[in-house]
């Protein structure tokens, strides 16, 4: 019967203001928590926050990544009972679905964290057919937007953030704006794994006015988006 709360995470600190409630759409009487939403002011400060972080994640090294990530992972589990607690009240999953949702997290997240190792540890060799000796060396691209749905609120958020981070780039998550407090509690488990904090931030709020801000800004450099064709096609008109 815990009352959870979604606030903006800036550097790791949770931001003020007022709250909206959350409420059980299996029993729209239960209160489940309640969410701050993100101001434009909020999304600058992230935004400038996570662009001074993108040269020194970049150069941190695959396998660190990588344990960030198998730390992630083991959280989840960790967690797990909280995680299907929060998956059942918010976004209306069964026990068995929300428990699925959990282990599909934990699948990503330790995934991701060995094809950063096997991307980006060492240069690939690229023999020419003619003797010459060519090296792909990969890097992160900078800071990338990740927009999930809300009806797999915490698998699908964890893939699109634990995919950017492990390829070194920087990453301002927007979740759905059903399901912000699943979303809120994964982040905070990434903290704890090792993810520093100017590295990954959380904007919860309406899609249609966070993405005004967040879209429109040259310092981002990409976007990963789960949803509709028609907001698929808005968002590459917005970053054309």
């Not at 999953?93 to 950063?116: H, M």
């Not at 096997?118 to 900078?142: A, C, D, H, M, S």
Request: hydrophobic share 40%.
């Amino acid at each position: 019967n815990q009352n959870w709360l979604a606030s903006p995470l800036i550097n790791g600190l949770p931001a003020e203001g007022k709250r909206h409630k959350i409420s059980n759409p299996a029993n729209p009487d239960e209160t489940v928590g309640s969410v701050i939403l993100s101001d434009p002011a909020m999304i600058e400060k992230a935004i400038d926050s996570a662009a001074l972080a993108v040269k020194s994640w970049r150069l941190s090294t695959a396998s660190e990544r990588a344990g960030f990530l198998q730390n992630t992972a083991d959280l989840l589990e960790k967690n797990k009972f909280e995680l299907v607690s929060l998956c059942v009240r918010e976004a209306g999953k069964t026990i068995q679905d929300a428990l699925a949702e959990v282990r599909e997290a934990v699948d990503f997240c330790r995934y991701y964290a060995q094809q950063s190792i096997r991307l980006f540890e060492q240069p690939i060799n690229l023999p020419g057919p003619t003797g010459e000796n060519n090296v792909l060396k990969q890097y992160g691209r900078g800071v990338f937007v990740c927009i999930s749905p809300w009806n797999f609120p915490l698998a699908i958020f964890t893939g699109q953030i634990t995919a950017a981070l492990a390829s070194g780039n920087c990453v301002l998550a927007k979740p759905a704006s059903q399901t912000p407090l699943i979303a809120m509690r994964c982040i905070q488990l990434l903290h704890e794994a090792g993810i520093p904090n100017n590295v990954l931030h959380f904007l919860p709020g309406d899609g249609a006015t966070v993405s005004q801000y967040l879209l429109t800004d040259r310092r981002i450099s990409g976007v990963a988006f789960t949803g509709s064709s028609d907001t698929a096609q808005a968002i590459n008109q917005r970053l054309a």
